[in-house]
């Protein structure tokens, strides 16, 4: 099956609640992008089934192309597993429980980093 991301509206691309993605949106979005309208073109594809965009095993410029798309639709770029993608295609989220996205990386680590120092001062202070 491979690995999908999807351009949803919803907290979580496989939500049956939330704002889905009408055909009628694909397609003016379609029509303005040859790439799109291209048989040869590996990328993202409307799925009736979920109201989403969705491009199986996307490259980093589909990716990015697709950060493109979900701005113009009020929408985000999000991974089977709920992660989320920014306008380079870079992955920038984590999912968290509650479907919200979870920032990792270097300023997760400075802010742990920030909170300990701020502990052992305030240890001392007493």
């Given at each position: 099956?491979?690995?999908?991301?999807?351009?949803?509206?919803k907290a979580v691309w496989h939500d049956e609640i939330g704002s889905s993605i009408?055909?009628?949106?694909?397609?003016?979005?379609?029509?303005?992008?040859?790439?799109?309208?291209?048989?040869?073109?590996?990328?993202?594809?409307?799925?009736?089934?979920?109201?989403?965009?969705?491009?199986?095993?996307?490259?980093?410029?589909?990716?990015?192309?697709?950060?493109?798309?979900?701005?113009?639709?009020?929408?985000?770029?999000?991974?089977?597993?709920?992660?989320?993608?920014?306008?380079?295609?870079?992955?920038?989220?984590?999912?968290?429980?509650?479907?919200?996205?979870?920032?990792?990386?270097?300023?997760?680590?400075?802010?742990?980093?920030?909170?300990?120092a701020a502990v052992i001062v305030l240890s001392h202070v007493h």
């Amino acid at each position: 099956m491979g690995y999908e991301l999807h351009i949803t509206r919803k907290a979580v691309w496989h939500d049956e609640i939330g704002s889905s993605i009408t055909l009628e949106e694909w397609d003016k979005l379609a029509a303005g992008d040859p790439d799109l309208l291209s048989t040869n073109f590996d990328g993202p594809f409307y799925s009736d089934s979920s109201g989403n965009i969705v491009a199986k095993n996307p490259e980093k410029s589909v990716r990015a192309k697709m950060h493109r798309m979900a701005k113009r639709l009020g929408a985000k770029v999000q991974g089977d597993d709920g992660e989320l993608y920014d306008a380079a295609g870079d992955m920038i989220a984590e999912f968290s429980e509650r479907g919200e996205g979870r920032i990792y990386g270097w300023p997760l680590v400075f802010f742990i980093l920030l909170l300990l120092a701020a502990v052992i001062v305030l240890s001392h202070v007493h």
